[in-house]
């Protein structure tokens, strides 16, 4: 099973985060193997830390929690929240084989979480959770797939309902990585610069 997990930071913590940055890394060590993905993202100004993102191949939900609520910065209260959710790896391939590597260009995550309202547009109802494919999560025409990092549905625990989508992508500008998820199919869609992350 895969999971998506992102840590998002509390005020005023990364005095607290800078000091636990070895116990985090050795933490994640750990999960070497099981890692699809991770990073940090940030706010809007591209340098204030917004969060933490891991995508991480689990055995089931009870496995995920712990991965998202024994980590260090979690246990000593750097976080204000986590976002776990069920995942599905559409790309087949892991952040370490983005064709683009790991420097070069602007990189994003990119959330949508939905559906919107179906009054909203007639074709903004969920997706059938068995039978998602990109053009399902509203991936339009001719997004160059080789600029996806990562690229996923955000799923129930039991993988039956479809919540939303979780993308990294390498893009110009947070306006074009917007464009990753068609707006119709989402209720809220948030956009924050990422990078790759790891020991230093």
């Known amino acids: 099973m895969e999971f998506f997990c992102y840590h998002r930071d509390r005020a005023g913590s990364l005095p607290l985060r800078r000091k636990l940055t070895e116990e985090h890394w050795s933490y994640m060590d750990r999960y070497e193997a099981e890692l699809i993905a991770r990073g940090p993202a940030f706010a809007a100004d591209g340098e204030t830390l917004a969060g933490s993102v891991h995508i991480v191949g689990l055995p089931d939900p009870a496995a995920a929690r712990a991965f998202a609520f024994d980590e260090p910065n979690h246990q000593a209260g750097v976080y204000r929240d986590v976002l776990l959710r069920r995942w599905r790896n559409l790309l087949g391939r892991t952040m370490w084989d983005f064709p683009g590597g790991r420097t070069g260009g602007d990189r994003y995550l990119v959330l949508g979480l939905g559906p919107r309202q179906a009054s909203a547009a007639p074709d903004a109802t969920a997706p059938d959770a068995t039978a998602l494919d990109a053009t399902a999560l509203g991936l339009p025409a001719g997004v160059d797939h080789d600029e996806l990092i990562a690229f996923g549905p955000l799923l129930s625990d039991d993988a039956a309902t479809w919540v939303g989508t979780a993308a ?16 119709h199919r989402y209720a809220e869609t948030a956009v924050h610069p990422w990078e790759f992350g790891g020991r230093r």
């Open 168 to 183: 990294l992508l390498r893009a110009p500008d947070p306006d074009r990585a917007r464009t990753v998820l068609a707006p």
